[in-house]
């Protein structure tokens, strides 16, 4: 298939330093409008001026923008049936509202059902590609997996850790999760555009050895990645002082275990002392920021500049059910609303390379996804700037500077402006 789209394509190769003027797009940022991208066969082609040959499907979306899609570094699959739960804190918040949806998800039907709207959803807010938390359950994986695959999607998934202080219905043992994990690799490890990452939940539902097995796995299974969460909310690292007290710090129940590494995404991150942070930057683990959630559950502010400053890697991610949208715009806007609580600005160019280029890179597949790049897969999406005689219309209609308008566009805008979305050059909605 030759298909060729026309718009104003934009991606963020780098983020601009600190100190760089933003009236000009700074070196890093690729603004070309009124260009062609041509597919071929689910990759980039080519991008250039010149409208192409006649064999070529033409597409025109002319004064559209044209993004890589976005990539959610954390998320989980089944808590869209809890999103915006009212009025607690994250462990009641798990107790009375996600362990109760999670369970239901051993039900197949169910599991298959929710992981199609689930992905579904992703593309109507524009993201194509996720790392991803199921359940307890093999098969939520299956599930997720080959809902995934129908869709041509970019999906890290894998089953949850979980054998102790979590409902009837939503543990396991570390027998069974090994046998389960082990099954899953062999199905589904490689397979079209999947891969697996071993899913502790939080070092609180894992024993010593479920833990110890979790490193175990990660090891033998060169690809596979690791995703957990870590010193979200002071009541859960107290919890995890009293549970493990013969380790350092929370991290350092990770770092024992052998579940720190570059294809490691921990989620929060935001209780983490100076000795953490020296970890988290010699084992180039990712700390997945989730402001949205963040904000909504009460857990605190995450430092992006400092932790970026630090040598951290960094990721940008929904935490859906906790964090209230799949939308990167909401996601992005609010890391800026809490960045500027710090302080600190978090220009539109370092939002938008945080959700496109930098989540690709967190996720070791920057060679594949993040850009608009030939070579590169086509996940990608159209959007409109505004609304006809829309606040955002007019706010455009003013703007003096391409960072302007992608400013106000990251802050007014919502799904509501995607028109198309492509994944592997195929359209999906």
Not at 77 to 83: C, E, H, K, R, S
Request: aromatic residues 8%.
């Amino acid at each position: 298939m030759k298909l060729a789209i026309r718009g104003d394509l934009l991606d963020v190769v780098t983020p601009p330093a600190a100190e760089a003027g933003l009236d000009h797009p700074p070196p890093g940022v690729r603004w070309r409008p009124a260009h062609w991208l041509l597919i071929e066969d689910g990759r980039i082609a080519a991008i250039q001026t010149e409208a192409p040959d006649p064999e070529w499907t033409r597409e025109d979306r002319s004064g559209q923008l044209i993004l890589p899609g976005f990539i959610d570094t954390h998320v989980h699959a089944p808590q869209l049936d809890v999103i915006a739960s009212y009025g607690t804190e994250l462990l009641d918040w798990l107790n009375r509202y996600t362990f109760p949806a999670e369970r239901a998800w051993a039900e197949p039907a169910v599991a298959a059902a929710g992981s199609a709207r689930f992905l579904d959803q992703l593309l109507a807010h524009g993201s194509t590609a996720a790392l991803v938390f199921p359940t307890v359950h093999k098969g939520s994986v299956d599930a997720l997996f080959s809902a995934a695959e129908q869709r041509g999607m970019r999906l890290i998934t894998g089953k949850c850790l979980m054998d102790r202080h979590a409902p009837d219905g939503l543990r396991d043992t570390a027998q069974d999760a090994e046998r389960d994990t082990l099954d899953l690799l062999q199905r589904w490890r490689g397979r079209g555009r999947l891969a697996y990452a071993h899913t502790v939940r939080f070092a609180p539902t894992s024993s010593e050895a479920q833990l110890a097995l979790a490193g175990e796995l990660l090891a033998a299974h060169p690809g596979s990645y690791l995703q957990t969460h870590v010193a979200e909310n002071r009541a859960e690292v107290q919890w995890v002082r009293e549970l493990f007290p013969s380790d350092r710090s929370y991290l350092g129940v990770y770092e024992r275990h052998g579940l720190l590494g570059p294809r490691s995404t921990l989620a929060h991150g935001i209780w983490l002392d100076e000795r953490d942070r020296a970890v988290l930057r010699d084992t180039q683990a990712v700390i997945a920021h989730s402001p949205t959630s963040n904000l909504f559950l009460g857990s605190g502010l995450f430092d992006w500049r400092g932790r970026a400053a630090d040598g951290i890697r960094l990721s940008v991610a929904s935490d859906v059910g906790g964090g209230v949208s799949l939308s990167m715009h909401k996601t992005l806007a609010a890391a800026y609303q809490m960045a500027a609580l710090q302080g600190q600005r978090l220009d539109a160019f370092t939002l938008l390379h945080a959700a496109t280029a930098g989540n690709a890179a967190s996720l070791n597949l920057g060679h594949e996804i993040g850009r608009l790049e030939p070579g590169l897969m086509a996940d990608l999406c159209a959007w409109r700037w505004s609304e006809p005689d829309s606040v955002l219309a007019h706010r455009l209609s003013i703007a003096s500077s391409l960072h302007e308008q992608l400013f106000a566009w990251l802050m007014l805008g919502d799904e509501r402006l995607l028109d198309g979305v492509w994944v592997a050059g195929i359209q999906r909605r």
